[in-house]
T-cell receptor, first 114, second 110 residues
Framework: NAGVTQTPKFRILKIGQSMTLQCTQD?????MYWYRQDPGMGLKLIYY???????DKGEVPNGYNVSRSTTEDFPLRLELAAPSQTSVYFC?????????????FGPGTRLTVL | RKEVEQDPGPFNVPEGATVAFNCTYS??????FFWYRQDCRKEPKLLMS???SGNEDGRFTAQLNRASQYISLLIRDSKLSDSATYLC???????????FGTGTRLTIIP
């Protein structure tokens, strides 16, 4: 049972490039989330999903896209990378949404946009 | 006003001491409360949920004060391994999303 896995661990992008951050969970959780964490700041929700085929915007969705074709996978797509997207990205999953259940986080992807 | 506010610290505390953090939340409809722990350059992990009656897990005690809209975390007999950032997390009833505070950084000094 690997929990939540994320790839890559690190990435450097040039301005205007695109990439996909991968997230996979093997706990059969319905709920999945993407957060970004900037230095000294809290976690900001980018997008979330309550099940396969269903996604919704979080607090800071601009510049990102997601899809949820399976229960296990929840990739995050960055189009036209900008320096403001330099951050640590965490994927998380949970069973019953936020209010009764733990969210399990992946190890994060450190992204730098130059 | 931020939805969830924490003193960022840092708190530098000698080993064996007791330390307490508070966290305030702005939405009186908030229903669920948690403390997460985040080690340096690692992902957040659940430390404990916070129940209305207060709850204890070993050296850690969490309290909720709904009237004043704050939660607290008390760590007794602190260990070097307690050094981390502690995140206050709040959720509203029926909401699929958690709101995270910016965290309180704790360093335990030998």
């Amino acid at each position: 049972n690997a929990g939540v896995t994320q790839t890559p661990k690190f990435r450097i992008l040039k301005i205007g490039q695109s990439m996909t951050l991968q997230c996979t969970q093997d706990m059969n959780h319905n709920y999945m989330y993407w957060y970004r964490q900037d230095p000294g700041m809290g976690l900001k929700l980018i997008y979330y999903s309550v099940g396969a085929g269903i996604t919704d915007k979080g607090e800071v969705p601009n510049g990102y896209n997601v899809s949820r074709s399976t229960t296990e996978d929840f990739p995050l797509r960055l189009e036209l990378a900008a320096p403001s997207q330099t951050s640590v990205y965490f994927c998380a999953s949970g069973v019953a949404g936020g209010w009764t259940d733990t969210q399990y986080f992946g190890p994060g992807t450190r992204l730098t946009v130059l | 006003r931020k939805e969830v506010e924490q003193d960022p610290g840092p708190f530098n505390v000698p080993e064996g001491a007791t330390v307490a953090f508070n966290c305030t939340y702005s939405n009186s409809a908030s229903q669920s409360f948690f403390w997460y722990r985040q080690d340096c350059r690692k992902e957040p992990k659940l430390l404990m949920s916070v129940y209305s009656s207060g709850n204890e897990d070993g050296r850690f005690t969490a309290q909720l004060n709904r009237a004043s809209q704050y939660i607290s975390l008390l760590i007794r007999d602190s260990k070097l391994s307690d050094s981390a950032t502690y995140l206050c997390v709040v959720n509203d009833f029926g909401n699929e999303k958690l709101t995270f505070g910016t965290g309180t950084r704790l360093t335990i000094i030998p």
